[in-house]
């Protein structure tokens, strides 16, 4: 069997699993698919709603923080917390986060948009840097960073490693 028969073979069949999976999910109540996407599939992990809730509330603020850092200016205050969420996570509608999360990434790319060529402003920002480390507890310390890594480190690799735990959640359904 030629390289391009087999991978038609398992694309055909990773699109009919799909099918499947779509077609035995059709028939649910909407209270019961809500129910599904804010529940926690694994123990200690959010819920793919409590992701999207934490990114909205580390976003906002996170602009507020890249427009000081546009301007010269060390944003005040502490450092956004690591685990930030809304005070009711499960209880904000998903379209709405959706919406939300989308606004707050456009506020990044139009700030972003209109920083000038060749930037380098002074300012540091303080920011909680956590990395997962195989088979240990993840890493915490404040780290300051100037304004490119700030955005690269808050929304790049921020959502990177929020896709990867939604990933992990919903793997287990």
Not at 50 to 64: I, K, N
Not at 140 to 147: C, K, N
Request: proline share 9%.
């Amino acid at each position: 069997m030629t390289q391009a028969a087999t991978s038609s073979k398992a694309e055909t069949e990773a699109r009919e699993r799909a099918q499947a999976y779509f077609d035995s999910k059709a028939g649910l109540p909407p209270a019961e698919v809500r129910e599904r996407a804010a529940v926690r599939t694994i123990a200690d992990e959010w819920s793919a709603q409590e992701v999207v809730d934490h990114l909205l509330e580390t976003f906002r603020p996170g602009v507020d923080e890249l427009r000081c850092l546009l301007a010269g200016v060390r944003p005040p205050g502490a450092p956004i917390p690591a685990s930030l969420q809304s005070k009711a996570p499960s209880l904000r509608p998903w379209p709405w986060l959706l919406d939300e999360l989308r606004r707050s990434e456009q506020d990044v790319l139009d700030l972003l948009s209109a920083a000038p060529a060749g930037f380098a402003g002074p300012a540091r920002a303080p920011i909680v840097m956590v990395v997962n480390v195989p088979d240990a507890a993840p890493l915490h310390w404040i780290q300051d960073l100037e304004w490119k890594a700030y955005a690269l480190v808050s929304w790049r690799l921020h959502t990177i490693d929020h896709m990867k735990q939604i990933r992990r959640v919903l793997a287990t359904y």
